[in-house]
């Protein structure tokens, strides 16, 4: 048989197990993304017990956002050589012993260390987990892309909920219960290593090209192309950022809600992050990736920009609108960017979920100096202005009609 062919025993089979696997990696993806959102949501407990700062909150994400970050880039380049299938249990080892000494910090600095190890655990997940959705694709590069993504944004509205149930009423310590979560995913994703290791190596080598950017397209116009799609990463995250990070404070001090009620309409809107992944990927299977990036995120620039001047009802709508048209664009900002570099899944996606994280973390940290200058109400003006970046769109080839 040819390299990059199979049988048609071999397609059948891959077609059963496809959605068996695809739904096993987002099902971790849930537990990973549910865990790294507890941080966000405890933060006003974080606040309050160590006596922090916006600009120290701001840090905390800082810290974790670029541990999840730098180190993505550097594990998808090299599984594009040579795959580690096991790597997924042991990324989240990482996860579990972070868990654990955030919930017995005794200090600032140990937390920071806590959330740096979790980070560690996330940049080592999120790039084989990334191929392994694209190799369980069966070609619709898109839906499986955006079912893996569903599983991380339903955990990570999941989190604020089970943050306000759970660690709020019980303290910090209560934080370890969730080590049974991440248990739970070492298991699963063990599994999910054996059957990529016994059924997709062959894949993986077939699918390694020789070609180094589209074949339509000069490098020049594959770079200038990279550097678009990360400038709407930018835009994007940022503004998720001033939402995961501060829209609890923002609706405490704007109007005068509880923790527990602000923590309700951050999971209202994280929920309609992950319904609005779904519906994202599938749509660019269907018109095209580069329509879809474009209305997701210029597409939510009118609802920021009422959301700083709306009262507490109006608020929560509007961030659910927002939620749902913003995260539709993430799944087809990363398959458009793995078709228009064939053979360098990995890399794609650990530089696009690298950056995501990054810039979510930098911009946290930037935010939160500001709010500390300013006030949690004119970060909202500022950031609400973002969406506007989508524009830029305009500026990327079709590479659907280019393959047609």
Known sequence: MKAGSLTTAETSHAEQ????????ISFSHLLNDMVQSLMPAIYPLI?????????????????????????QPIVGLY???RAHPYSLPIGMGFTLIGLFCLSRAPSYELILVSVMLIGIGSSIFHPESSRVAYLASGGRRGLAQSIFQLGGNFGSALGPFLAAWIIVPSGQKSI?????????????LSRV??????????????????GTGHPEFSRKKVVFSLFILLVLIFSKFVYLASMSSYYTFYLMGKFHVSVQHSQYF??????????????GGHLGDIFGRKYIIWLSILGAAPFTLLLPYANLFWTGVLSVCIGLIISSAFSAIVVYGQELIPGKVGLVAGLFFGLAFGMGGLGSAILGSLADATSINYVFKVCAFLPLIGILTALLPNIESKRS
């Open 266 to 279: 951050l999971g209202m809107f994280l929920i309609a992050v992950a319904i609005g992944t779904i519906t």
């Open 193 to 210: 290593g054996g059957w990529y290791k016994q059924k997709m190596l062959s894949r993986i080598t077939a699918k390694r090209s020789a």
């Open 47 to 71: 606040r309050t017990n160590y006596h922090l700062n916006y600009s120290q909150i701001g840090i905390i994400t800082l810290v974790f956002q670029l541990s999840a970050s730098i180190l």
């Open 79 to 81: 599984t594009d050589k």
């Open 176 to 188: 370890s219960w969730f080590m049974i979560a991440v248990g739970l995913a070492i298991l699963i």
């Open 17 to 24: 197990t496809v959605f068996v696997i695809l739904f096993a």
